[in-house]
């Protein structure tokens, strides 16, 4: 359980302009994870579906941190990263509906969102399968000698993957621009950090290779600015990887399938003082920043954007099925391959 009063703790000052950002892009996440809900319910959104809500200062305080040419890979809990790296909510939803105007051309679903434009790089179904590849992407990075950072997400139960540690390695070994970032909800699908492993504080893995290794409150989005900043810069100096446990917490379950009736009513309830879009509102309000007009304009704002995606979503149509070979393999690299 957190200390709700350890946590509430900071001294961190950011502007203005940062704090409405932060929440106009909390509000947003969660608003869209709502509806995406309520639609998978309705059946309009099908297969596996993973919300994000509770989750979503990782997603707005890590991208204050980092550049637009930085790059940004996750696993399969991926519908809000895109959205905060800029791409058009729309296009996310459309992917949710299986349509061909969807960012992944309908082919991806819930969890295989791709936005090359603004360097999102998934979107992963395969469990710590995004490890390797985010090593991967900042290895391309350090090759072609630009100053980029990738950023590569992951849950606390892919941290179970054999792929992680050796990724930790080759990271080290080659010093390279990627910050791991394990998001910490505590229950991997639905199974708890306690009963899965015998390093319960996972920032400790780092260790072992000798990375820096930092946990971070994952509820706040100035704590999580401050540690991705200070890893960012870390890594374009050239002194590699840092890994980050940011804690945080899911107010739902692992997926729509998922009742997590492995939890208390009271537990959530404690981790729901502590709601990323209530303390960046309760800062917005402290400083004379916004009024309920504001609040209320913000919120009319945000539906208006949703609606909006759940429209286009609706009457984009689905792929034809002539497209079904397409983007699996490209000819270009397999050239006995035929239209």
């Known amino acids: 359980m957190p200390n709700v009063a350890e946590q509430k703790t900071s001294s961190t000052k950011f502007p203005k302009e940062t704090y409405f950002w932060w929440y106009e892009n909390l509000l947003l996440m ?107 992407i900042a290895f391309a990075d350090k090759y072609n000698g630009n100053d980029s950072v990738t950023v590569c997400l992951m849950g606390d139960g892919a941290v179970r993957q054999g792929a992680l540690h050796e990724s930790f390695n080759m990271a080290m070994t080659w010093k390279l621009p990627v910050i791991f970032i394990i998001e910490n909800n505590n229950y991997a699908m639905g199974t708890s950090v306690e009963r899965t492993s015998n390093v319960h504080d996972l920032y400790k893995l780092g260790h072992a ?33 840092t890994l980050l446990e940011v804690k945080t917490y899911r107010y739902r379950g692992h997926s729509m399938s998922d009742p997590g009736s492995y939890r208390t009513k009271e537990e959530v309830e404690t981790y729901k003082k502590l709601d990323p879009i209530e303390q960046v509102l309760e800062t917005l309000k402290k400083n004379k920043w916004i009024d309920e007009k504001g609040i209320e304009g913000m919120e009319t704002k945000v539906k208006a954007l949703v609606d909006e995606s759940v429209k286009f979503a609706e009457e984009s149509p689905f792929p034809d099925p002539s497209e079904i070979y397409n983007d699996v393999y490209t000819q270009q690299d397999y050239p006995y391959i035929k239209d």
């Open 30 to 136: 969660r608003r869209f994870e709502e509806r995406s809900g309520q639609l998978y319910i309705q059946q309009k959104i099908r297969g596996f579906c993973h919300l994000y809500i509770g989750q979503e200062a990782i997603a707005a305080g890590g991208e204050t941190a980092l550049r637009k040419t930085d790059n940004v890979i996750t696993a399969y809990r991926d519908h809000a990263h895109p959205i905060v790296r800029g791409l058009h909510p729309k296009f996310v939803m459309a992917e949710l509906f299986g349509k061909a105007t969807g960012c992944s051309k309908g082919k991806g679903g819930s969890m295989h969102m791709f936005s090359k434009e603004h360097r999102f790089f998934g979107g992963h179904g395969i469990v710590g399968g995004q490890i390797p590849l985010g090593a991967g």
């Open 209 to 241: 290779y000798e990375m820096p290794s930092y946990q971070v409150d994952g509820m706040r989005c100035e704590t999580v600015h401050e540690a991705v900043a200070s890893a960012a810069d870390h890594a374009r100096k050239g002194n590699g990887p």
